[in-house]
T-cell receptor, first 117, second 110 residues
Framework: NAGVTQTPKFQVLKTGQSMTLQCAQDMNHNSMYWYRQDPGMGLRLIYYSASEGTTDKGEVPNGYNVSRLNKREFSLRLESAAPSQTSVYFC????????????????FGDGTRLSIL | GNSVTQMEGPVTLSEEAFLTINCTYTATGYPSLFWYVQYPGEGLQLLLKATKADDKGSNKGFEATYRKETTSFHLEKGSVQVSDSAVYFCALFPGSTLTFGKGTMLLVSP
């Protein structure tokens, strides 16, 4: 069972370079999410897509863009990387809310470790 | 706004000790509550959940009870193992996305 697959696992960029982080899920989930994890900060939501064709900003969207390419794939783009974007990035997916509007658990990928020099 | 507060770590225990990791929350309405675990080098995995007051979530020997009167969802385990060493995140869902606490590292020594 692949679950949520993120690529690449590691990346080093120079300031000003651009890059796209890829995420794909094979669980037919409706909702997908991008988080960043920094020491002492927990996980902070960057962007999410509640369903195919929709995207919304999370807590820390500045400097990022996303694309929900289809139901399976949700990519995160850094147009002009900055050292402050050095972090571990996690993609997650979930079925969304059930018919009682209760959120279903999120399934996480193994993360992309991104360093920006 | 919505927020989750966890006890700061690391929590260091000997094998077979009793574990409590405190989690309190602030939210409007009736949020669902979750505990996630992150092992070194991996993503987060759902450990347990509770969707309404007085629900008890349990999994792999871990338990947490949704206490609305104290707005808490403390994680407990009666006898920890070295393999439980990880970072534990409390999270709540009051709306369209999850809100995570900052995480508590647990270190268990033999």
């Amino acid at each position: 069972n692949a679950g949520v697959t993120q690529t690449p696992k590691f990346q080093v960029l120079k300031t000003g370079q651009s890059m796209t982080l890829q995420c794909a899920q094979d669980m037919n989930h409706n909702s997908m999410y991008w988080y960043r994890q920094d020491p002492g900060m927990g996980l902070r939501l960057i962007y999410y897509s509640a369903s195919e064709g929709t995207t919304d900003k999370g807590e820390v969207p500045n400097g990022y863009n996303v694309s929900r390419l289809n139901k399976r794939e949700f990519s995160l783009r850094l147009e002009s990387a900055a050292p402050s974007q050095t972090s571990v990035y996690f993609c997650a997916s979930s079925e969304g809310a059930d018919r009682w509007s209760r959120i279903q658990p999120q399934h996480f990928g193994d993360g992309t470790r991104l360093s920006i020099l | 706004g919505n927020s989750v507060t966890q006890m700061e770590g690391p929590v260091t225990l000997s094998e077979e000790a009793f574990l409590t990791i405190n989690c309190t929350y602030t939210a409007t309405g009736y949020p669902s509550l979750f505990w996630y675990v992150q092992y070194p080098g991996e993503g987060l995995q759902l450990l347990l959940k509770a969707t309404k007051a007085d629900d008890k979530g349990s999994n792999k020997g871990f338990e947490a009870t949704y206490r609305k009167e104290t707005t808490s969802f403390h994680l407990e385990k009666g006898s920890v193992q070295v393999s439980d060493s990880a970072v534990y995140f409390c999270a709540l869902f009051p709306g369209s996305t999850l809100t995570f606490g900052k995480g508590t590292m647990l270190l268990v020594s033999p």
